[in-house]
Every structure is written in structure tokens, then in C-alpha cells.
């Protein structure tokens, strides 16, 4: 490789899984952290640690100046941003470049083309991938109305920068664009410092499935494969899985394609991800966007590939060509990933900060854990309140189910609050089972008969 010691600019558990990654190739780490993560797994696992700043984001993990300079006076010439934070601005990737510093991610350049979305739709009608009917940007309530009546109700207004769901609003007439117009262009403005909307046709049936690539930067791409990630809430996933199973084998094989192709026609670099609606009632799939970076979810995808995914990251990232072939990798298996988050279903999911007083992750066969949690260890409240990931990995669908509900029932998280009985709720759930859910199914069928349930 051509660097030696890389700067870990992330925290919680993705900071855990880069770290490990280096150590696997040998590779020196420093962690930046902020106050509140000075005393981490993740700073225990490093190197060396680098204190940012104080505990708010903004003076710590989303500096760009700051990390770059903490990487620069610790002799780092590599930087990985994880996901999240700064790993999808330009302009944290520009400033590795002006500093020697290699980028364990796209080209700054690329960044910018798929980070707006608008400009990645762009990109994909130019690759012919196909797109949800939609427009350019908006920029007035009327104009809004205007596209929606065009594009016929439903729609759906969309920041034209971000992701997460921050910035979106389903609009089903012209009083719906009135009052949700302002509020999501806010939204987008204080998530992402871009108030810019524009106007999609809303997908009333839809899974999400996305196609995960690798991209020398030299004209070599790769998939591994296709993942559901339709159990979501408020637009965040809640639940993962691989391969996605509900969705044709010829629409997948066709998405994947259109990722590949999507990625050619930009020289992509290094791990990304190509997100897709599939619409059941069309049995027709549509471009959501691209996300420049890894994901969340990328664990379901290397267990049924056996493919380290972050390692393959860090090789790319040193000028390393692909070490694989398409025809190498091969889907074994299926895998499934909840996200356990220290919230309060019950209390619309109100966050749950404090002290871990007991941390019993289960064991056995095909599960795996991916956190920086610990007996003892406090959970801040500035952060995103996931806590850590729990994945499993099955012959068939059915068995990785039923190894994900054995998994819940054995995890003992004390001190607390977590959404682990509802993951258990959901994976046990007819609909889930049978594969008969859309994008919606968790807000409009699985909430209410969990609160009915609950009694809450």
C-alpha cells in the first residue's frame, strides 16, 4: 500500500469496523474524537487518539478544517470518513487532496455529481437508467403545485442534497404542497445548508433496493449483489436484507446493470451504493440516487459474499487495482441486519441517552455484532441513537428469520431503553415472513398493531 497510517474520521461503530479493517491490513490508525468519545472502544482501539473538540458535532466531527489538520499533525496519509458526518462533502475530499492525504472514498469531483440530485438524475437518464418521472428544481409553492398537478398526485417533495428522509414531504393535493412546501425546504436548509426542492412522482407500492459497487477510479466496476432495505420509518431503514428476494430475478439482474452502467459513465471510485424503487404495481424500477460512500447496511452484503468490504475500501483507496473479478463474486445465502437504536418506541421513539448497566449480545451460528458498545459504557445524547448492528446470515430467508428472532430474544441490553422488542415484533411478523411488505408497511400496519400490542 501506498500509505501507512490512516485517520479514522468517525465514531460509534463504523469507527470500530474501520479500525479493525487497518488492523487487519496492517495498517497504523489515529481516531479523531470529540470530548465525549474520549474514553470510546473506539479510542481504545487506535493507535492513537486525536481529541477534536467539544462534543457538538459541529465542533468536532463536522469540521472538515479541523479533522484534516488533526491528520495532517498526526502523520496520517490516509483518511477514512466512515458513513454519515463529513463523508459525503466535497469538500472534506478536496482538502485530502491539497494535503497529500489519500481519501478512502470517490473523487471529490464525484461527490459533487451524484451528492445533488438533481444532477444525479441527470447522470442516470444520460446512462439510461430509468427514473421516477420528476422534475429540475423548484422554487415556489406555485411552481410546486404546477409539476405535482403535471405529474399527477401523489408526489413527493425531495431536498435536492442529503438523504436520510430529512427534507421530504408526500403530497397528495395542492393543499398538502401548501403546507409542507416551506417546512421541507427548512428541513433540507438545516440538515444540509441547501434548501433546494424538486417534485418526484410519489410510488404508492415500493420496495427499496439498492445495488451495492466498487470502482477502481480506472474504469473497473463491480457489484455484489442487490439488498431490501423497505422496512423503514420516516424514511429511515429499521430493517436490511440480502439479496432481495421479493423483486424479480430479471428486474434485479437489470438493476444491477443500470448500476454498473450509472458508475461506468462516471469513472466511480472506490465503495458506493445505487438506490432504486421497484414499483410492485408496475413490476418497473426507478433511480432514487447514489450514495458516495459506505452504508450502514454494507455488513448483509459481505456475509453473503464473504467479501470485506471496507478492506476492499482501503486497497482502492492506495491505488490498488481490483483483486476480483464479477465472475468471482457469488451470493451465498441470505443475510438480514436490525439496526438497534436507543430509543423508546413507545414514546415516539424518543432517544434514550445514559448508561449501559448490562451488555449480553447472543451468539452462535451465522450471527455477528457490529458495535462500540460495553458493559459500562454511557451512550452520549448528541449522536444518532443507533447503538449498534445485529446481522445474521441463513441458507435460506427463512432461517436467517428465524435466527434474527432467537438472536433478539438472547440480547440483553440493561440500563437502557432499546428498540429491540420491536425488531423482534417486526422480523415475527406474517407480512415480514411472507415478504409482503412495501416502503409504507412499517408506519401504516406494523406500528399500529405493535402500539395495540403494547398497549402504549
Known amino acids: 500500500m501506498n500509505f501507512s497510517r490512516v485517520f479514522v474520521a468517525n465514531r460509534g461503530e463504523i469507527a470500530v469496523r474501520v479500525l479493525r479493517a487497518c488492523r487487519a491490513l496492517g495498517l497504523e490508525t489515529v481516531i479523531g474524537v470529540s470530548d465525549a468519545d474520549r474514553h470510546s472502544s473506539g479510542a481504545r482501539l487506535a493507535d492513537r487518539v486525536v481529541v477534536l473538540g467539544p462534543a457538538p458535532s459541529k465542533d468536532s466531527y463536522l469540521n472538515p478544517n479541523l479533522i484534516v489538520a488533526a491528520a495532517m499533525g498526526s502523520g496520517c496519509n490516509a483518511l477514512h470518513p466512515g458513513y454519515g458526518f463529513l463523508s459525503e462533502r466535497a469538500e472534506l475530499a478536496d482538502l485530502c487532496s491539497e494535503s ?12 459533487r455529481q451524484v451528492g445533488d440530485k438533481i444532477s444525479a438524475r441527470e447522470l442516470a437518464q444520460a446512462a439510461n437508467v430509468p427514473l421516477v418521472p420528476g422534475t429540475g428544481e423548484v422554487t415556489t409553492v406555485e411552481a410546486a403545485k404546477s409539476a405535482a398537478n403535471d405529474l399527477e398526485y401523489p408526489v413527493v417533495l425531495k431536498a435536492t442534497a442529503g438523504g436520510g428522509g430529512r427534507g421530504m414531504a408526500v403530497a397528495r393535493s395542492d393543499e398538502d404542497i401548501a403546507k409542507n412546501f416551506d417546512a421541507a425546504s427548512l428541513e433540507a436548509e438545516e440538515a444540509f445548508g441547501d434548501g433546494t426542492l424538486y417534485v418526484e412522482r410519489f410510488v404508492e407500492n415500493a420496495r427499496h433496493v439498492e445495488i451495492q459497487i466498487l470502482g477502481d477510479g480506472n474504469g473497473a466496476i463491480l457489484h455484489f449483489g442487490d ?3 423497505s422496512a423503514q420509518r420516516r424514511y429511515q431503514k429499521v430493517v436490511e436484507e440480502a439479496p432481495a428476494t421479493a423483486v424479480p430475478n430479471d428486474i434485479r439482474e437489470d438493476m444491477r446493470a443500470a448500476a454498473v452502467r450509472l458508475a461506468e459513465s462516471i469513472n466511480y471510485r472506490n465503495a458506493g451504493t445505487v438506490e432504486f424503487l421497484y414499483d410492485q404495481n408496475r413490476n418497473a424500477f426507478y433511480f432514487i440516487e447514489v450514495n458516495a460512500r459506505i452504508q450502514v447496511e454494507h455488513p448483509v452484503t459481505e456475509e453473503i459474499t464473504g467479501v470485506d468490504l471496507v478492506a476492499q475500501q482501503l ?73 449498534g448492528k445485529l446481522i445474521v446470515h441463513g441458507t435460506t430467508r427463512a432461517q436467517a428469520i428465524s435466527r434474527m428472532r432467537g438472536a433478539l430474544a ?47
Open 100 to 111: 497529500d492525504i489519500a481519501f478512502v472514498g470517490p473523487t471529490a469531483d464525484t461527490i
Open 227 to 229: 439488498r431490501d432495505c
Open 315 to 387: 486497497k482502492i483507496a492506495a491505488g490498488e487495482p481490483l483483486s476480483l473479478t464479477q465472475d468471482m463474486i457469488n451470493l451465498s445465502g441470505h443475510a438480514i441486519e436490525c439496526r438497534i437504536n436507543a430509543e423508546m418506541p413507545g414514546r415516539d421513539f424518543a432517544p434514550s441517552p445514559g448508561q449501559i448497566t448490562a451488555w449480553l449480545p447472543p451468539v452462535g451460528d451465522g450471527i455477528r455484532i457490529d458495535s462500540h458498545c460495553e458493559q459500562g459504557y454511557t451512550v452520549p445524547p448528541y449522536y444518532d441513537s443507533m447503538i
Open 410 to 456: 438472547d440480547f440483553r441490553i440493561d440500563g437502557i431503553h432499546t428498540n429491540t422488542h420491536l425488531q423482534a415484533f417486526l422480523v415475527g411478523h406474517q407480512d415480514f415472513k411472507n415478504n409482503k411488505i412495501d416502503t409504507r408497511w412499517l408506519e401504516r400496519t406494523l406500528l399500529p398493531a405493535y402500539t395495540k400490542v403494547m398497549g402504549v
